[in-house]
């Protein structure tokens, strides 16, 4: 039954990374050169704030600042991390968003799942409402779940960044949208091996959602890591501070350090973006993934 299992999800696997295999051997299109200009546009402001971290500070005071820096140093770098908790911060960081990733990754696709091959009284209003509360503004569920935090004793500490991030409905969305797009003959070819429904998730369903589970760890490390207007009001703590949390503080209301914002947001995107390197293989195979559907 092992090897059966094993034949179904390689197979599945391989069907759904043959459109990119597909795509690596296209050649230059016209498409290219019409998106190369707009990667080039949306590099600019990175590039812009990486060479502003390297420039002196009295070249960030003028106006407009120069695009590249008469010469460059490292005086921001250094008085990011001696000055502050910039390393504890990037911690609490990593903190949160690796458990919103894990959190999401587990509890998104198990309702997912559930909602999307499961039979029960319900489901389809469930998800309903699971789906409207995308469309509550974020400003207005702040007050209530502040007081329900604090009744909770979670304020000034890493779990009030991290509930809020351990399951979200866009999470629940996208992998129920995900599971639909599988063909049901996998499960049942597993069903008819003895398989029970725990099984067809781990051992079939499961390796097929890479792609979707992917995404979804992409979209909660941007959702966590750049989250700001909930901890600044939950978390007071400078221990417990986040790295957009801490960035914030070097904003004042009569000066601001643009030397420190500039190095802490380049060593903040870092991360993210040798993230998305590591998985965008991953992402987009979630988009060519419906060639296996049908």
């Given at each position: ?7 179904i999800?390689?197979a ?6 043959e ?10 299109s ?6 190369l200009?707009i990667?080039?546009l949306f590099l600019?402001p990175?590039?812009?704030m990486?060479l502003a ?11 407009p ?5 008469s010469?460059f140093?490292?005086d ?12 504890r ?6 903190i ?12 998104c696709s198990l309702?997912?799942?559930g909602?999307a ?5 319900g ?14 503004p974020t400003q207005?569920l702040?007050i ?6 604090a009744?909770?004793?979670l304020?000034n500490?890493?779990?009030?960044a991290?509930?809020?991030w ?5 999470g629940?969305?996208l ?7 599988l063909p ?6 597993g069903?008819?091996d ?14 097929l ?18 989250d700001?207007?909930w901890p600044l ?12 949390l ?6 004042g209301a009569?000066?601001t350090d643009?030397?420190l ?7 903040a995107t870092?991360p993210l ?5 590591f ?5 987009i195979a979630?988009m060519t ?6």
């Amino acid at each position: 039954m092992a090897t059966v299992l094993t034949d179904i999800s390689q197979a599945g696997f391989e069907v759904a990374h043959e459109p990119m295999r597909r795509g690596r051997r296209r050649r230059l299109s016209g498409w290219h050169f019409v998106l190369l200009p707009i990667a080039i546009l949306f590099l600019v402001p990175f590039l812009q704030m990486a060479l502003a971290s390297f420039s002196p500070a009295k070249e960030l005071l003028a106006f407009p600042p120069p695009f590249i820096p008469s010469h460059f140093t490292l005086d921001g770098y250094v008085k990011l991390f001696s000055e502050t908790d910039i390393l504890r911060w990037l911690v609490n960081t990593v903190i949160v968003a690796t458990c919103a990733i894990v959190s999401n990754i587990v509890l998104c696709s198990l309702a997912g799942y559930g909602f999307a091959r499961l039979r029960f009284a319900g489901r389809s209003v469930g998800f309903i409402m699971i789906l409207a509360t995308i469309m509550i503004p974020t400003q207005l569920l702040m007050i209530p779940t502040y007081i329900l935090f604090a009744k909770l004793g979670l304020l000034n500490g890493l779990g009030a960044a991290i509930v809020p991030w351990l399951a979200t409905a866009f999470g629940i969305f996208l992998m129920r949208q995900f599971f639909l797009s599988l063909p049901v003959d996998l499960e049942e070819a597993g069903a008819i091996d003895g398989c029970n429904r725990w099984q067809i998730f781990f051992r079939i369903v499961l390796p097929l959602a890479r792609p979707a589970l992917a995404t979804l760890a992409i979209f909660t490390l941007l959702g966590a890591w750049n989250d700001l207007v909930w901890p600044l009001i939950a978390i007071n703590n400078p221990a417990a501070f986040t790295m957009q949390l801490g960035i914030a503080n070097f904003q004042g209301a009569h000066q601001t350090d643009w030397s420190l914002i500039m190095a802490g947001n380049v060593v903040a995107t870092l991360p993210l973006i040798l993230f998305f390197l590591f998985a965008q293989r991953q992402f987009i195979a979630t988009m060519t993934f419906s060639g296996l559907k049908g």
